[in-house]
């Protein structure tokens, strides 16, 4: 994407950087919003599955034939209904219907679609299963070792020469860095190296996966889903059913939460298939349990991390070790995470190695910066130490080593222009930062990074007869988009806010949009919008031109008018966008803006966390009393949903560093797959976020947009961890750092004080 | 599955010993409905007693009270009277869930679903509650603290239902507190609770204590040696320490996903010696 010479310098706006009301606002606070489980068809059928209750074993038969006879049954599925495949797809397949293994406990092994949900549990009761037990391996480390139980006998180590001979559960090695680590840590004044473990977390959107498909007996398929990307959707289901993909029409419904978590499928093509075998239409919804169990959470991670550093903390090198387990198959995220958790600084000589391993849970599902808060933890809880040790500001030492303008990022890129000098200085001249601390309190400051993301977008922009106009995105809404799309749209054209509707449009609309992930929207289909608008506004000025008998080019477009360019152009009366709208009829037919293409030159995004919180001694209770997030976000298009991406992602961390965590029993089954015992914050538990907003422009985006949603889920959980390791006096290397595992740390403590 | 709200205590006695199969009273439904949504309970016959006059009223009687089985925790709250008597029970009754859970959640339920973790079972038996039990041979009175007997289990027997709790009258300069121990600040599942009450003298001196733990052991334990540890002192640090050590003392709890064992024995302590605080205060009128 060439740059926008707009961007060079900043610019006023009108409408962007206002706070208008969402577009989808009434409808979600009325409850007059359609989720994915609001659908429904004529005939339409209830999908229910069934799921292996063992973390390892292999399947040696299923026999359905008593659930087949069940009356009211439509349709059971297995493995049998999927072809096999070798391509890439071939573990999404076996994710979403085991094959001769149950990888983990939840993994599907048959579906059934019947006329009511009370036939339907039935029948999963009356499937027979025969199960071969198999050792299984839950924990990152034990599944490294040489005799841990072996998930896949064809999986080979990749990245490691020589190419390993047996097969084993770590299905990658990367390393990635720079200049020579040995050389650094001789430099050094000080070295720092200590061990983390982070357990497992689930995205915990409160909406659980739910679709409603609908094949015909013309092979012609209707698919209803909440979903993060319903054209990934499309294509992968269309392929793992064997249909073409002009067959297969994707609507995603309103989403009550993604977070990385609905950027893959898991129930949609076990429903396409029950409903191709039934003729007719089948809904499957996910139950809290089914989301714990069988969607994606993130991986969990053991950490080796080491850093040197010169007295005044200057960083001489930083070696990292990261094991990452990403459940049953292959990309746990330690490649991207590992890379953006070391980030923030600038390090002359940098080594990262890392593992992605293989276990008997869950596949992992990207969670907001997927990989990143892990390494993030481990990194930031090192120079936490480091600045105490050396007795050092935290944000000085932190400032000495920043990533700006120039530096060579550790994974390879030199940084452009980019905010995290900017919003470390906006955290030290925030009130919070000068705060007087109590007893018990600890204070904790922790920055982070995420790449961005642009990607594969079209958008498609409508004039109406009346001179309001359809925006049609192809990318789900999951933070408030469709205002900030409308802003950019509306400020492109001059014309009010509410003159522009947005819709995410289903899959035959528009051209392939890629999934809404790496904070890409407000960004990727932003600058697409503004594209098309521009597109729109070329086709406006050509009809006033038509009008006018003037040249196209005399024709300049101003604050929702067609305008001759200059007194040689001719004297005509400025035409408004209602005019031009109303004429369209007349002066060529329907006047629409479109533009496709793949953005590149996202612009990452850097953010500082502080967080002040109290101890209570006696129990480890942790209370946070105040947060503070300052990030980057190049140009807040709607400063309300921004601040609210940097809210939620603090609030989502705080629940990591805390109280959530996968916990399973010595069987290898989940503990704790609901909200009672999964613990995410309450209302209660938290202050008010507070938010700073820093506005480093993006030279790659007409206004400057950077992506903010994920980079705010990387500092919270070592900020936490740094506060609650101040608070105590002692270094927490462990998460969550939940009430007995803090109150352990103290007696521990206690127990060697007294000798 | 067969649903009947009967009008009386005896028809919904006579349903109950005619049963064949699982059958359960719903009272709130507030622990029942998730247990049946979840499928982990499926009973023949569901027996709502919210159309019983008599198990829905909270009337004083002997200078206590009496709630009915199907009174909402909620009403409790809003009881001053009950409020003032007996304030641990009810902070232990507002504990539960939300205010809309409370709004349905009755403590006839919270006893009889006999998790060892329920809030206001600790409060009652501190309080020296009584549940009335009725049942095909008539009725009978029991301590609270002997409904439940282990996880999900109850001394009742077929055909018996709790018709009402009794929390008694209480001398002057008496108060009872609860508090549990939960990783966030509401919407959990007391990891320990405490409940304590005790009556003090005109010279200040503890004449009587209770002192019950919730969620350390397979169901609600009465801990004696820790209310001993108070009685006869003025709740200094030395009989507070005590009492701290004879709470941790008498837990007999498990590890699980929500606590470790020595983490709810150290904070059974912490509790109970904040709660003998707090319910100290309330007798001396602060
Ligand atoms: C979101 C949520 C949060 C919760 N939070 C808490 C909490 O913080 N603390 C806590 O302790 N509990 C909590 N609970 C559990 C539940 O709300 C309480 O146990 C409540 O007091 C149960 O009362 P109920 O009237 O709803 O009981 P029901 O569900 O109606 O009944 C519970 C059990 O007791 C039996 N039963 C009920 N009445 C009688 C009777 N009269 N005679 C014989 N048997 C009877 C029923 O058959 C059933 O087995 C929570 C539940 C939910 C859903």
Not at chain 1, 344 to 353: E, F, G, L
Not at chain 1, 683 to 696: H, N
Not at chain 1, 710 to 721: F, L, Y
Request: neutral net charge.
């Amino acid at each position: 994407m060439p740059l926008d010479p707009a961007t060079q310098k900043i610019r006023a706006f009108d409408q962007v950087g206002t706070r208008p009301l969402r577009p989808d606002g009434l409808d979600k606070v009325t409850g007059r919003a359609r989720f994915g489980a609001d659908a429904t068809a004529p005939g339409m059928l209830v999908g229910r599955i069934l799921r292996s209750p063992h973390a390892h074993a292999r399947i040696r038969s299923i026999d359905a034939t008593k659930a087949e006879a069940l009356p009211g049954v439509k349709a059971v599925v297995t493995s049998k209904d999927f072809a096999d495949r070798s391509d890439d797809l071939r573990d999404i397949l076996v994710n979403i219907m085991a094959r001769g293994k149950a990888l983990y406990e939840g993994h599907t092994v048959a579906a059934v679609a019947a006329t009511s949900a009370s036939v339907a549990r039935k029948a999963l009761k009356l499937i027979k299963v025969d199960y071969e037990v198999l050792p299984h391996v839950t924990d990152v480390d034990l599944a490294m070792e040489p005799d841990a139980p072996l998930l896949h006998d064809d999986l080979i180590t990749s990245g490691v020469e020589p190419v390993p001979t047996k097969p084993s559960n770590i299905a990658r090695k990367i390393e990635f860095g720079h200049g020579d680590v040995d050389k650094g840590f001789a430099e050094a004044d000080l070295v720092v190296e200590r061990e983390f473990k982070t357990e497992a977390t689930h995205q915990g959107y409160i909406e659980p996966h739910a679709c409603l498909a609908s094949v015909g007996s013309d092979g012609q398929g209707e698919l209803w889903v909440c979903t993060q990307g319903h054209y990934m959707v499309r294509d992968v289901c269309a392929q793992l059913l064997g249909m073409d993909v002009s067959k297969l029409r994707v609507t995603a419904s309103e989403i009550g939460g993604g977070f990385g978590g609905k950027t893959t499928v898991f129930i949609e093509p076990v429903a396409l298939a029950l409903s191709r075998k039934a003729g007719r239409p089948v809904k499957v919804v996910m139950t809290r349990d089914e989301v714990f169990r069988a969607s994606g959470p993130t991986s969990s991670t053991s950490m080796r991390m080491k850093i040197g550093v010169k007295k005044d903390g200057r960083i001489t090198a930083l070696d990292a070790l990261l094991k990452y387990q990403g459940g049953a198959f292959a990309g746990a995220p330690v490649d991207y995470g590992g890379m953006a958790g070391v980030a923030c600084y600038d390090y002359p000589n940098i080594r990262v190695v890392g593992y992605d391993v293989v276990t008997n849970r869950p596949k992992q599902a990207a969670y907001r910066a997927p990989g990143a808060p892990m390494t993030a933890f481990a990194v930031e809880s090192v120079i936490a130490e480091i600045a105490d040790t050396l007795k050092l500001d935290p944000i000085e030492m932190r400032l000495k080593n920043a990533a700006k303008e120039g530096t060579k990022s550790a994974y390879g890129p030199t940084f452009g222009p980019v905010g995290l000098v900017e919003t470390l200085k906006a955290a030290k001249a925030h009130p919070n930062y000068k705060v007087k601390l109590g007893k018990n309190q600890g204070r904790g400051i922790a920055s982070g990074f995420w790449f961005n993301f642009g990607g594969q977008t079209c958008v498609s922009l409508n004039l109406n007869i009346d001179g309001t106009l359809a925006l049609a995105v192809g990318t789900p809404d999951i933070g408030g988009s469709r205002a900030s799309m409308c802003l950019m749209a509306a400020e492109e054209l001059g014309i009010p806010y509410e003159n522009v509707r947005a819709i995410i449009a289903d899959t035959s609309s528009l051209g392939y949009n890629d999934v809404t992930d790496g904070s890409r929207v407000t960004f990727a289909s932003g600058m697409a919008t503004i594209h098309a608008a521009r597109d729109a506004i070329k086709k406006l000025c050509g009809r006033a031109a038509k009008v006018w008998g003037i040249p196209e080019e005399a024709v300049v477009w101003e604050k929702g008018f067609a305008k001759p360019s200059g007194a040689n152009a001719g004297n005509f009366e400025p035409m408004s966008l209602k005019e031009l709208a109303a004429n369209a009829a007349k002066t060529g037919g329907p006047i629409a803006g479109h533009y496709e293409y793949n953005a590149e030159n996202a612009g990452p995004s850097f953010a500082t966390h502080v967080v002040d919180v109290e101890v209570d001694p006696e129990t480890g209770f942790t209370k946070v009393l105040r947060y503070l997030v300052c990030q980057d976000a190049g140009k807040a298009v709607h400063p309300s949903y921004v601040e609210g991406q940097f809210q939620g992602g603090a609030v989502q961390g705080i629940g990591w560093a805390l109280n959530e965590e996968y916990i399973y029993g010595a069987d290898g089954r989940l503990q704790n797959a609901g909200f009672l015992d999964y613990r995410i914050p309450v209302a209660s538990d938290l202050p008010m976020i507070d938010t700073a907003i820093v506005e480093v422009p993006n030279p790659g985006h007409p206004y400057g947009v950077r992506g903010v949603g994920e980079t705010s889920i990387v500092p919270p959980m070592a900020a936490v961890s740094n506060a609650v390791s101040h608070a105590v006096g002692i270094r927490l290397t462990e998460s969550p750092m939940s009430p007995p595992r803090i109150l352990k740390a103290l007696g521990e403590q206690a127990a060697r004080k007294a000798g | 599955m067969q649903y009947e709200a009967p009008a009386t205590i005896d028809a919904a006695v006579g349903l109950l010993s005619k049963a064949q199969g699982l059958a359960r009273v719903l009272a709130g439904g507030t622990d029942l409905l998730v247990q049946l949504k979840s499928g982990t309970l499926e009973p023949d016959l569901v027996i709502d007693i919210k159309r019983i006059p008599e198990m829905t009223k909270l009337v004083a009687e002997n200078g206590g009270f009496r709630i009915g089985a199907a009174v909402p925790c909620a009403v409790l709250g809003e009881n001053a009277a009950v409020r003032k008597l007996w304030p641990g029970v009810v902070e232990a009754a507002n504990l539960i869930g939300s205010t809309q859970i409370q709004g349905r959640a009755t403590v006839v339920g919270n006893l009889c679903n006999a998790s060892p973790a329920a809030d206001s079972v600790p409060a009652m038996m501190a309080a020296n509650a009584i549940a009335t039990v009725a049942g095909p041979n008539g009725k009978r009175e029991v301590p609270v603290g002997d409904i439940a007997t282990a996880p999900g289990k109850t001394s009742l027997a077929k055909g018996e239902i709790v018709t009402s709790v009794f929390l008694p009258s209480r001398p002057a300069h008496s108060g009872d507190a609860y508090l549990r121990f939960i990783p966030r600040t509401e919407m959990d599942i007391a990891v320990v609770g405490v409940g304590v009450s005790l009556t003090l003298g005109d010279d200040g001196v503890c004449k009587a204590a209770r002192v019950a733990l919730g969620a350390v052991a397979a169901r609600a334990l009465l801990a004696e040696d820790a209310a001993k540890a108070i009685v006869g002192t003025k709740l200094d640090e030395k009989a507070l320490a005590k009492l701290a050590e004879a709470a941790s003392a008498a837990c007999r709890p498990i590890d699980d996903k929500r606590g470790t064992k020595e983490f709810r024995i150290k904070v059974a302590g912490v509790l109970a010696r904040r709660a003998a605080e707090k319910a100290l205060e309330r007798a001396r009128g602060k």
